[in-house]
Nanobody, 134 residues
Framework: QVQLVESGGGSVQAGGSLTLSCVTS????????MAWFRQRPGKKREGVAA????????HYSNSVKGRFTISQDKAKNTFYLRMEELQPEDTAIYYC???????????????????????????WGQGAQVTVSS
């Protein structure tokens, strides 16, 4: 049974940094796609960072590119989201997720949505609140 357990959320002032962690268990596929999503107040869940674990290729939404970094520690079955230069608009509940079939990401940008879609991700963490104050 696949399980994802997150930790590391919290409150920070604008310009600060936080790191989220996601410990995985039960993932037996060779190249899962592990990702971080966020749901901002009044918005849909948006994918902001993804990692195809075998190739080590990382992908980011435009809104976080250059500020967020996704990484993994295979020995600890853990992957991370390092968030820097945080802004109030980054305030959200952040979720880790897994797509065991490593399907291509579906990016979409509009006034209401920035990032990649969540439909192909079968497994989810419980969510971690990140609050950025100005």
């Amino acid at each position: 049974q696949v399980q994802l357990v997150e930790s590391g959320g919290g409150s920070v002032q604008a310009g600060g940094s936080l790191t989220l962690s996601c410990v995985t268990s039960g993932v037996t596929t060779i190249n899962p796609c592990m990702a971080w999503f966020r749901q901002r107040p009044g918005k849909k869940r948006e994918g902001v960072a993804a990692l195809y674990t075998l190739a080590g290729s990382a992908h980011y939404s435009n809104s976080v590119k250059g500020r967020f970094t996704i990484s993994q520690d295979k020995a600890k079955n853990t992957f991370y989201l390092r968030m820097e230069e945080l802004q109030p608009e980054d305030t959200a509940i952040y979720y880790c997720a897994a797509d065991l079939r490593s399907r291509p990401l579906k990016f979409r940008y509009s006034s209401a949505f920035e990032g990649f879609e969540s439909a192909d991700f079968e497994y989810w963490g419980q969510g971690a609140q990140v609050t950025v104050s100005s």
